[in-house]
């Protein structure tokens, strides 16, 4: 379950989701509207990232230590690492200078409401806490004030794709082991750098330019190097295209020095991306044979005419695969 390979419904992307997390709900509610729904693969098929897998395996510690998770967040972790605003998440109270979350419409900020209710997100969502606490929890975790050497290189071995609980990324030529998170209005983002032995987080109550773009820049300006502030303006609305506009770019692209085949393939008149033994995503058209998805930080530059496709990843070298006939 920590590597996502567990093949466990992601019950954030249940049709009824938001219609009940916004209240209270017990374990066996929430185990309940888990069973409506098959398995996404079966378990070891490959890597499917998952927020069930966090809210299972937080259900299975409270039942072995016989304590609630909140209190287990307490002593294993905001205790020891001497964390004074980071917390079991609660009812948002603005008078307490806590921040509530908005979304951008039509120009306008609006507040977000209502709000998940944390009792549900449980390890998926549930902690609270500032950047500066999230880079003291990193920094205690890289050196050995939480776990072991051992279970440490168990949580940075990314072999299938995540380790347990982290992903791995490279930041302008340096190696990192992170994790984002979303909820609401409210994103985040953290890295910990081993060669470095410099930790980063980032946060946001509200956001219109793609975050991650902005951990880009902040680890550029970090480090003294040559960086582009991100542009604080709403995006350009997506091309459409129809179905018969998306076949130059079906296929599978591949290259002998690239360890994956990547698959692009048209589902429901949006075009769908998927490497080897991962999940699908869509990637959006934003200029002519240019597609991009914010969320995996990827960019698709497309020449028919060559058969090739340019990928770009956020933190990756760009590489170039070929369309096989």
Do not use: C
């Amino acid at each position: 379950m920590l590597r996502h390979r567990s093949g466990i419904f992601n019950i954030t992307e249940a049709s009824d989701f938001g219609d009940w997390v916004t209240e209270p709900r017990t374990r066996e509610e929430l185990l309940a509207l888990l069973k409506k729904n098959n398995a996404a693969f079966e378990p070891k098929e490959k890597t499917g990232y998952s927020n069930t897998n966090y809210i299972i395996l937080s259900y299975i510690l409270e039942d072995i230590a016989k304590k609630p998770f909140s209190q287990l967040l307490k002593d294993r972790i905001i205790t020891p690492v001497a964390l004074k605003r980071t917390e079991y998440g609660h009812e948002i109270k603005p008078e307490n200078n806590e921040a509530v979350p908005y979304y951008r419409e039509n120009g306008t900020w609006n507040q977000i409401e209502p709000l998940t209710d944390m009792q549900n997100t449980m390890g998926a969502g549930s902690l609270v806490s500032t950047p500066t606490e999230v880079t003291l929890f990193y920094n205690a975790l890289f050196t050995g004030k939480l776990v072991s050497e051992k279970s440490l290189q168990k949580m940075t071995d990314v072999s299938t794709g995540m380790g347990y609980g982290m992903d791995s990324g490279v930041f302008n030529e340096r190696k990192g082991f992170g994790h984002d998170g979303s909820i609401d209005g409210f994103q985040s983002f953290a890295l910990y750098m081993p060669s470095e032995k410099v930790a980063i987080a980032i946060s946001s109550n509200a956001y219109n330019i793609p975050f991650f773009y902005v951990l880009q820049s902040v680890v550029s300006i970090y480090f003294g190097e040559p960086y582009e502030m991100p542009q604080f303006k709403p995006l350009k609305p997506f091309l459409k295209l129809e179905s018969k506009e998306l076949e130059p770019f079906l296929g599978t692209y591949s290259d002998p020095d690239f360890p994956l085949d990547v698959k692009i393939f048209n589902d429901g008149n949006k075009l769908m991306v998927q490497a080897t033994d991962q999940n699908a995503f869509e990637v959006n058209p934003i200029e002519e044979n240019i597609f991009k998805s914010f969320e995996e930080m990827i960019t698709l530059d497309f020449n028919v005419e060559k058969n090739q496709m340019q990928l770009e990843q956020l933190g990756q070298p760009t590489v170039i695969l070929t369309r096989e006939n």
